[in-house]
Every structure is written in C-alpha cells, then in structure tokens.
C-alpha cells in the first residue's frame, strides 16, 4: 500500500485557500471560473502530437478520460504521457514536485514550514543528484522525453489550471530531475516498516516495552488470531528442516530493553491508515487456464486520484495497460501481452533509527567511544508570504537525522500518528540513501518483460523501492518479491525498535543479496495473496518480513480462494471481482462472539447499571448473535459493531494515552485489531478482568472494571 500523502495535505491547505478565495467570487461570473478550469481539459476526442521524437496521438476513448496513447517511436509515447500527464493533472505534478522537494512553503506559506524542514532534512536531493549523473543513457533519454511532454503542454496552454489562480503561482518548466525526485519520495513513502518503529519506540519509552509490544505486536506471541503470510513454508523449508521449524517457531527474540521519557503532545487527531490487497492465482485453476491478476491498492481519499490509468501503445515493444503515477514515466500496476502484476507494501525491514547523542553545540555525535564530526549543511526554505528561513541540516554515517521534534501536522505524512513519538535526534538508515539505487530502471523495465525472468531481473533492480509484487505470466507462471535492499543485522527483530547508534556493533555492515529476498515462483498451494500481511515465517529469507501482523483481508482472501479450488469450480474474473468487494470480516466475526459472552456472562450487571438502556443492551446482543460478520453498509449490525468497537479501543487506550493524537495513532492502524483481539480473548475467559487498561474516572473502584468497560 501507499500512503495518499498528497491528496489529504492538498486538501488540508487548500480549503484554507480556496474559502478566501471564493469571497473574490462576486466581482468574477461564476461561468468564467468554470471555464478557466475546464478550458483545458482534454478529456475526450484525439490529440496529435509532432514532436522531435516523432509523431504521437492520445486517444480518449471512453467517458472516463482514460488515454491510449500511440507513437511512431517509443520516445514520442513517453513524451505524450508527459503531455496527458500534464493536461489532466498539472496541479497534481506541482504539487508532487514541491513535497518532494520540501518546497510546499513556496506555495502555501507558514502552515507548511514543518512539513518542508522534515522534507529538507532527509536530504534526498544531493542523492538523485548524483543518480542522475549515473542512469543509462536510454532511462536519461526516456525521462527527458517525458519532460519535454510536460513543458510542450504547458508552453501553449492558454490559462493554467484554477489551483495556480487560487494560490497566485506559475509552473516551473519540468526538468528530469524532478521525475527522480517524486521517485525517491515514493520509495521514501513505501519504506513503511520505520513508522511502526517510531510508534513501538515511543510507546515503550512512555508506557513501557510489555505495552508497547502489545499494542504494535511485531511476533505471534502478540497476535490473537492465526498468522497467514504470503509465502508458505512448503515452498521454501526443506523436510529435514521441519522437525526443526516446530522446536523453534515459539522462540522469539527479545528486542533491546527500550527505557526514557516523552513530553506530552498537545491535543490532535492523528493519521488514518490504509492498506492493498493484490493475488494471483494459478491457471490450473482459472477458467481461461492463464492465471488471474487481481491488484487493489487502498488509497486514502484524493482528488483527482493518485493512479492515473492508461495504455501506451509502443512501436518497438509492448502494449501496456494500467495505473501510472503522475510525474513518473511509466506504469506501476498494469499488464503487457505476457505478464500481468499488482503491487502491495511490503513493510519489510529496510529501514533503522538510530538514537544520535549530539554535543550541545550541535557539531558532533557520540560513536564507538569517540565524538565524530556531523556532516552541516544550510538548507533555506522560501516562504509565501513571509521571510525565507535558514536552519542546518545534520547527516551522520548512519544516514540524515530527522527533523526534530516532528510538528503534530506531520501525521499527515504518515499512515501513522507517528510524529506523536518523534522527540529526540533520530538518524534515518535506509537502502534508498545508498549508491547505485537502480529502481528506476527496474521500475519502468516491468512493462518490458516478456517473461517470468525478465519481469524478476527488473524487480531486482528495485533497490530503494520497498513493495511486494505479485504476478502472472501467459507461458502459466505466477510469482511473488519482495523488493528493495534490506541491511545486515545481527537479527532481523533488532528493527523494531529505536537502536542505540553510537555502538559500532549496531553498524550495517553491508546488504544481503537480493536475490534472497522473500520470493516464491509457482507455489505449491496454485495462489499467492498479498494483502500487507507477513511475508513468511522465521525459518526463511533471513526473517525478512516477520515483523508485520497479518490482517484479516490477508485471511478472507486465502480462506475464500481455497475454499473456490476446493469446489472445482474453475475461477473466473467475476470471482476476482467479488473477492476485491467481499465484506467478510474475519476479525469482527471473532471478536463479536467474544464481546456478546462478555455481556451476556455480565448481563444482569450492565442491566442494573444502566436501566433505562435494557431494551438497547438486549436488542444489541441478540442483533450481533446472528450476525454473519460481514461489514456491509446496508446491515445495520455491522454499524452496531463498528461504533462498538471504536468506543471500546478509545476507553480502554485513555488512561495511558489521554490525549487525542496518540490515542488514533494506534486505533487507525491494523494492527489494533490485534491488541483488542489479544485482549478481549483473556476477558471471554474471565483472565485479567481487572486491567488497568479499563480503569477511568467513572469505574475506577469497581471489581469487575471490565464488564463496565465493554458498553
């Protein structure tokens, strides 16, 4: 999954700018507005392009705006996206470009210095600096193609589009390195592990290391329910290592004592998060006897939205359907005439935070037993509206250190409240920082491929770019990898928490070879789902991937594709396209039953605790007792559930975290589910019935403070 960073921080400063801007309303007709705005929106009819590349056309030929764009060479197809990019998402592509920069001051003044010093100090433009100096001459040549698109758009447009009449500025022509700057923003955004990092870590610091390990569980000891992963053991662990597997799968080990102190944060709300599924099943199984590719990224609500689909008709290569990204030349989840694939987050360990100890004078860090000189630079930030600001920058042999301490607005950023925990100087370690990063290439060679080969040795070179791919092939192969670098590290669970980086024995010490990422080619079950769950289990790939809960689309979409297989039925399309709408919901189907126990073993109590609501108590559990768990918007248990369920987790989180932001960082998350799972499971058995998580003002003298707690 990707985060739709752009799309909520667009929206959050652009009500802003758009309510003072619709007092000037009255002195313009309306009708012009709307038609400065749509003047230039080819979202239908052809347009001919003669460029220096050769002849190009951009076909609209549904209702949809959605392109086919042909060309007398591949380069003439490369500047057309360029050009369609440009004619129907021009603001997203300035937009992009400015977060990735750190430069979205320039555009919205004040209420983004945060976000753009954050931006600033990861320090990612001297590094697409130097990969611009080293990509092949044919990717150089590609990007600049795809620029000169953008700009040619731009030069004979007669008004830009509304937004840039709105916040009063003008697009600057678009160079190639700006491509590779949203590239490395994107890896930056898919590089996910860390921010459950940061929110373990300063969970342990506050309430301490048991609590945290509950909350934001990285081992199955944590995790109340079975843990599905990608990629099974029947495919990668050897008989002579089974017997072994079973003596050791229960013996996780502990990560490093985490111990400290964290300000309180003032009250605000945090982050949603978000999630992708993506499957391929096998053609033995498929009524076409090709295998099926099913990919569904979630994305958080944006406008426009963050694929922008096409087809790019190449005269010397392939035809390639699918989602591409604005700013990006190339498709991201697509298919060609051979291979088809759908892309998830992976969530594996690319990524470490290292605790920096600075001199007070803030020239040095604190490593191997001897002060080391920080790399300083001054990075300046031009403000709409106000003087442009100046503040170092520091980078350490670990990697840059994080702005700190991250503003609340930063939880915008993340898929988690993560800022919520970001209070001391943090160097960020990330594959994506190293020489020779090559997901360029890798990323627009996978419309190419031919074959299963071919499509792995692109997805090889995808060093900075953490995700996991699924795909399918018309020769009948089906796969699955997991991409990016991941460093070397005495255990794979040292990455779950903040580590101490002045002990040279924390150092990477280089990068295991990619070619042992998780991966699987042809599995023996006929199917692979990959729906941000775990990527194997311990025994295998180093235990890359272990550390990530699974989740109950990763268990729907499993149990309901065996269960297909198991009926030999062949599966067709219509399958695939219920499977991405099921509503089934695993999760709530276990934790109701345990919930309805829970007041019907303390019925009488609630009743007598609560006697003008005896009619809602009964009518509520007797709703959920046939109740079939599915969360569909037209059954009102599901509504019973869901509000249910969000009250109980804000009650039994608001003595240890009283204040908004912290409190939703935890319950937007997935991974919540299993900490109320753990939990509820112990209470349906009358263990812990009186945790102190259900303590509060109003119970905290009561026996039985869980009963209370749960209506």
Request: hydrophobic share 35%.
């Amino acid at each position: 999954s990707t985060q739709s960073t752009w799309g909520f921080i667009n929206c959050l400063f652009m009500v802003r700018k758009l309510s003072i801007f619709c007092v000037t309303l009255f002195a313009v007709p309306f009708t012009a507005i709307l038609a400065l705005y749509f003047i230039n929106q080819p979202s239908k009819g052809t347009i001919h392009l003669a460029t220096m590349q050769g002849k190009a056309e951009i076909v609209y030929e549904s209702s949809y705006g959605v392109p086919y764009i042909s060309g007398t060479t591949n380069q003439a197809v490369f500047y057309a996206l360029g050009y369609a990019h440009a004619a129907d998402r021009l603001y997203d592509l300035q937009f992009k470009r400015a977060l990735a920069y750190g430069r979205a001051s320039e555009m919205f003044g004040e209420q983004t210095v945060s976000l753009d010093k954050f931006m600033r100090s990861l320090q990612m433009e001297p590094i697409v600096d130097q990969e611009l100096e080293s990509i092949s001459e044919l990717n150089r040549t590609t990007i600049e193609s795809y620029s000169a698109g953008i700009n040619a758009y731009v030069e004979q447009t007669t008004f830009l589009p509304i937004e840039f009449m709105i916040l009063g500025i003008n697009f600057e022509k678009w160079k190639p390195k700006d491509t590779l700057m949203i590239y490395k923003f994107i890896s930056f955004q898919m590089a996910g592990h860390w921010q459950y990092t940061s929110l373990r870590t300063g969970i342990a610091k506050k309430y301490g290391q048991t609590l945290s390990e509950i909350l934001v569980p990285y081992d199955r000891e944590h995790s109340f329910t079975e843990q599905t992963t990608i990629i099974q053991d029947e495919d990668t662990i050897s008989e002579a290592k089974k017997e072994e597997k079973v003596k050791k799968e229960n013996v996780i080990p502990k990560a490093e004592k985490v111990t400290g102190e964290i300000p309180k944060d003032d009250d605000k709300g945090g982050h949603e998060m978000r999630g992708s599924n993506a499957w391929v099943i096998s053609g033995k199984y498929t009524d076409t006897k090709k295998p099926m590719v099913s990919s569904d990224p979630h994305l958080g609500h944006h406008i426009p939205g963050e694929m922008y689909l096409c087809t790019l008709k190449f005269p010397n290569g392939p035809t390639v359907t699918g989602a591409s990204i604005c700013g990006l030349p190339a498709v991201i989840i697509g298919r060609n005439e051979h291979v088809a694939w759908g892309i998830t987050m992976s969530m594996i360990e690319n990524v470490d935070l290292f605790s920096i100890t600075m001199s007070s004078d803030k020239k040095q860090y604190y490593h191997n037993n001897a002060w080391k000189d920080l790399k300083i630079r001054t990075e300046t930030i031009k403000i709409k509206g106000a003087p442009a600001l100046s503040f170092p920058v520091y980078k350490t042999h670990h990697g840059p250190i994080l702005d700190y301490p991250l503003d609340k607005s930063l939880g915008t950023l993340f898929a988690l409240g993560t800022s919520a925990f970001m209070t001391e100087p943090v160097a960020f370690a990330w594959a994506g920082f190293y020489p020779n990063d090559q997901s360029i290439t890798g990323g627009m060679g996978l419309g190419w491929a031919k074959n299963a080969n071919d499509f792995i040795n692109s997805l090889m070179k995808l060093h900075g770019l953490a995700v996991s791919v699924v795909f399918g092939t018309t020769e009948g192969d089906i796969g699955y990898w997991a991409t990016g670098k991941v460093p070397i590290r005495k255990s794979i669970k040292d990455a779950v928490y903040f580590r101490n980086g002045s002990l040279p024995e924390n150092d990477w010490t280089g990068f295991y070879p990619i070619e042992e990422n998780p991966h699987v080619v042809n599995p023996k079950q006929g199917f692979i789902v990959s729906c941000n769950n775990r990527l194997s289990s311990e025994n295998s790939f180093h235990g890359m991937g272990t550390t990530n809960p699974t989740t109950a689309r990763a268990i729907i979409a499993t149990k309901l594709i065996k269960e297909a297989i198991k009926s030999e039925k062949k599966i067709t399309l219509e399958f695939n396209k219920a499977l991405q709408n099921s509503v089934e919901d695993p999760f709530a189907q276990q934790l109701s039953k345990y919930l309805i126990k829970i007041v019907e073993e303390n019925k009488g109590e609630f009743l007598k605790k609560f006697p003008k609501r005896q009619e809602q108590i009964i009518s509520a559990v007797k709703m959920l007792n046939t109740w079939s768990g599915e969360l569909s918007a037209d059954e009102k248990e599901q509504l019973v559930y869901t509000v249910w369920i969000e009250k109980l987790l804000d009650t039994l989180l608001h003595k240890h975290f009283p204040i908004t932001f912290e409190r939703t960082s935890i319950t937007a998350s997935f991974v919540a589910d299993h900490f109320l799972g753990h939990y509820i499971q112990k209470w349906a058995k009358g263990e812990e019935m009186n945790n102190d998580l259900c303590e509060n003002n109003e119970n905290s003298k009561e026996s039985k403070t869980v009963s209370y707690t749960h209506l």
